[in-house]
């Protein structure tokens, strides 16, 4: 569940909350006469893409043999 915050406490406090948000990666959802009016979520935490893709791809027969067929730039 989502801490909810009045626009007024987060004008005064918008840094704080903010940090706030950033380490604890959960939502503040801002209200303005007790009705929501928008919410603050963490962004997601971007992983390198180096090895990323590891185990995603499969051999399936011989990559090493040369091919039967000729192609027309070998000629």
């Known amino acids: 569940m989502a801490t ?3 626009v007024g406490e987060f004008k005064a406090k918008c840094l ?3 940090n706030e948000v950033s380490e604890t990666r959960k939502p503040i959802v801002i209200t303005k006469r007790g009705k929501p009016l928008a919410k603050v979520i963490p962004i997601p935490l971007h992983k390198t893409l180096f090895g990323s893709m590891k185990g995603s791809g ?3 027969g011989d990559i090493i043999s040369p091919l039967d067929v000729e192609w027309e730039a070998m000629k």
């Open 4 to 6: 909810q915050v009045a």
């Open 16 to 18: 704080k909350l903010l």
């Open 58 to 60: 499969t051999i399936t």
